[in-house]
């Protein structure tokens, strides 16, 4: 009898949870105060939250996920106390490898595109915790490099999901033994929430510097003595940059070219090779969102993972100064001038920056060696997804896909446009991109040129990668003792591109490029100064499903 007891329980918890929406609701508004106690790794939050409903159907009841290491206190609507139950639910977009969730229900049933604004609080700890990748084989110490959040009373830094829940979210449930899951999960979560906002007051009661990913706003007084700091920060788009709070004792150096570089104990000298190095960097993009600032601050464990969020480069500053970390810097900076609520946009573009950064300093084959070591994953992507996918980069989640894929359509309209047209960039403004058209517009009226097949096949569908292949080379002597040929490209993929023909020769070769749509084909004429040997269409700059095909052996010239 008392097992039928505990097995009715059970029942009344679990089945809501059956039929539940988890992402039903939009997050489109925070309105927190967060207090950490970093001596007690403590931290407690009080505060609103305002929801929209955005499935096809009426919600009573609405989810609420937070960090297993905290807990639910209350949950208010109108200032009345509401009904929720709590539970442990396993998934791996928490370092700890699981949420408190909150199943909540409400006075009434929301509509539609109707909205609820709650009153919250919840507190706990949030240590170390290396729990959901241990869970799937990581060995410790490589675990310790990525997942590093803590708060401490030396030092805090927590991300957010994906890293740490410790702001109120609602996602279904992932598994890192899954490779794609949580990278999707959270995919759609940046989505989702590309317009919602934060305000946030952090209290602490160490006197040690309060940093977050926002922008600042005035500081709070503190309202008690046993508060020792307090900063306030909003944040435009927590979707797409990942809330991030870092406390700790700090020294600044003077800042160089929008970057700022602040350093622990026993970090100092390569704090000043990072200063060095952003004085060197050139930006290789710039919109109208203007030249904002970048603080570097260094993380204390020496082969920590970097990370990067708006405003801040999080990176371990115990060692030299290393290419890799040269990149992040590059890539840090670009994505801080590239203010967008697309990610195609603002990580395309960041990404490309890293590109062009090692093409000015080791030259255009290290660039193409940099672009080829991302194609077989996004050829391996396009398989998965199959000729028929419905994906596309304006909406899509920022994953590696769509790094790679952003990252190569920037790359080929600079070879298109010649470079990427700053007049256009400098026009783009973050709050007047309403239409997926808005940045292909720009470009195509700076530029005077046709980009609608190129977005069309490339940006607004997906329609996998090109496949090029040299169909046919007619050559013939010239009575001045050179030859003529006629290259004739065909491309059997469903996606246009513009693409390099090389045609090498003896003693040295010549290159052109010809405009190939999908599915067919397109001639160009090459005038070569000695004996034709071969030609190759594509030097990496451009991502195939299959290279295999791509070059040409010329056997005999024509007479």
């Not at 508060?227 to 797409?240: E, M, Q, S, T, Y």
Request: charged share 25%.
């Amino acid at each position: 009898m008392k097992f039928l007891c505990v097995f009715c329980v059970l029942c009344g918890v679990v089945v809501p949870a059956v039929g539940l929406d988890r992402e039903a609701f939009t997050f489109t508004h925070y309105d927190l105060n967060v207090r950490v106690e970093p001596e007690q790794q403590r931290l407690g939050v009080r505060g609103k939250i305002r929801l929209r409903n955005d499935s096809p159907v009426g919600q009573k009841n609405l989810v609420l996920q937070i960090s297993s290491t905290l807990d639910w206190r209350s949950v208010q609507v109108d200032g009345k106390a509401v009904q929720f139950e709590t539970h442990e639910y396993t998934t791996d977009i928490d370092h700890t490898g699981a949420l408190s969730e909150a199943i909540v229900t409400l006075p009434h049933e929301v509509a539609p595109k109707g909205t609820v604004e709650l009153d919250i609080g919840y507190e706990g700890v949030i240590p170390f915790d290396t729990t959901r990748l241990k869970r799937i084989g990581v060995p410790e110490g490589k675990a310790k490099q990525s997942d590093w959040d803590q708060i401490s009373k030396s030092f805090t830094a927590v991300r957010g999901i994906g890293y740490v829940a410790w702001y109120p979210v609602a996602t279904e449930a992932a598994s890192l033994a899954d490779e794609d899951a949580v990278p999707n999960t959270v995919g759609r979560w940046i989505v989702k929430h590309a317009e919602t906002s934060m305000e946030l007051v952090f209290q602490s009661s160490s006197d040690q510097n309060i940093y977050f990913s926002g922008t600042p706003s005035l500081d709070e007084a503190p309202p008690d003595p046993s508060i020792k700091a307090a900063r306030a920060f909003h944040l435009a788009a927590p979707g797409v940059s990942v809330p991030t709070v870092v406390i700790a004792n700090y020294q600044k150096l003077p800042p160089q070219n929008f970057v700022g570089v602040e350093y622990l104990p026993g970090q100092e000298e390569t704090a000043k090779d990072y200063v060095e190095a952003a004085a060197q960097i050139d930006p290789v993009v710039r919109t109208g969102g203007g030249s904002r600032n970048l603080q570097i601050l260094g993380l204390p464990e020496a082969n920590a993972s970097s990370f990067v969020t708006e405003g801040m480069l999080l990176t371990p500053l115990g060692a030299e100064l290393t290419n890799e970390a040269e990149l992040d810097m590059v890539y840090a900076l670009a994505r801080q001038q590239v203010p967008s609520p697309r990610a195609w946009i603002q990580e395309g573009l960041a990404h490309y920056a890293q590109i062009a950064f090692v093409e000015q300093h080791k030259g255009l084959q290290s660039a193409l060696d940099y672009l080829s070591a991302h194609r077989a994953g996004l050829a391996d992507a396009g398989k998965v997804a199959g000729p028929e996918s419905t994906r596309s980069l304006i909406d899509a989640p920022d994953d590696l896909y769509l790094q790679a894929k952003a990252m190569f359509v920037w790359w080929m309209l600079k070879d298109m446009l010649g470079s990427l047209p700053n007049e256009a960039l400098l026009k783009y403004h973050a709050n007047e991109d309403k239409d997926p058209t808005y940045m292909q517009r720009l470009l195509s009226s700076s530029t005077k040129r046709d980009l609608q097949w190129f977005f069309d096949d490339w940006v607004y569908h997906d329609r996998g990668l090109p496949d090029f292949r040299v169909a046919s080379v007619f050559s013939r002597p010239l009575e001045s003792g050179r030859f003529l040929l006629t290259i004739s490209v065909e491309n059997l993929g469903r996606a246009g591109a513009e693409v390099p023909v090389l045609l090498r020769m003896e003693g040295g070769e010549v290159r052109q490029r010809v405009e190939v749509r999908g599915l067919s084909k397109a001639s160009i004429r090459i005038e070569a100064s000695s004996k034709p040997l071969e030609v190759v269409v594509n030097d990496g700059s451009v991502p195939e499903s299959d290279t295999s095909n791509n070059t040409y052996k010329i056997e005999s010239v024509n007479h």
